[in-house]
């Protein structure tokens, strides 16, 4: 099984992206992933993708353009982990619901 983005934004573009297999999610988790990438990208800069990796978990991958002077690398983790904090119980939700959606539940987790 390969990784799939959930989504992300870029500070470049200023867009932001979610992948059509979560279109089913509800329109307020939706708008709260919005929130959270857009802000990160405004407050750090670069782009921002929330990634399943292969075994269901919910990986935050920060990168930036070459030569990019404004991108607060040290922010940048900071940041990360206060989202890993704060927003816990969204990441351990969307990881469930991957998890259901993908067929990936463990014995333990049903």
């Not at 932001?16 to 999610?25: E, G, S």
């Not at 990160?40 to 930036?64: N, Q, W, Y």
């Not at 990441?91 to 049903?110: C, F, I």
């Amino acid at each position: 099984m390969r990784e799939i983005v959930l989504c992300g934004a870029s500070a470049y573009s200023k867009k932001f992206y979610i992948d059509q297999n979560f279109k089913n999610l509800p329109d307020s988790i939706k708008d709260e992933l919005k929130i959270m990438c857009v802000l990160f990208t405004e407050d750090i800069g670069g782009v921002l993708e929330l990634v399943f990796d292969e075994e269901g978990k919910l990986e935050f991958r920060a990168s930036c353009d070459e030569g990019d002077l404004l991108y607060d690398d040290i922010g940048c983790g900071l940041k990360i982990r206060e989202l890993q904090r704060t927003k816990e119980d969204l990441l351990s939700a969307l990881e469930l619901y991957y998890k259901v959606m993908t067929g990936q539940l463990d014995d333990d987790e049903e």
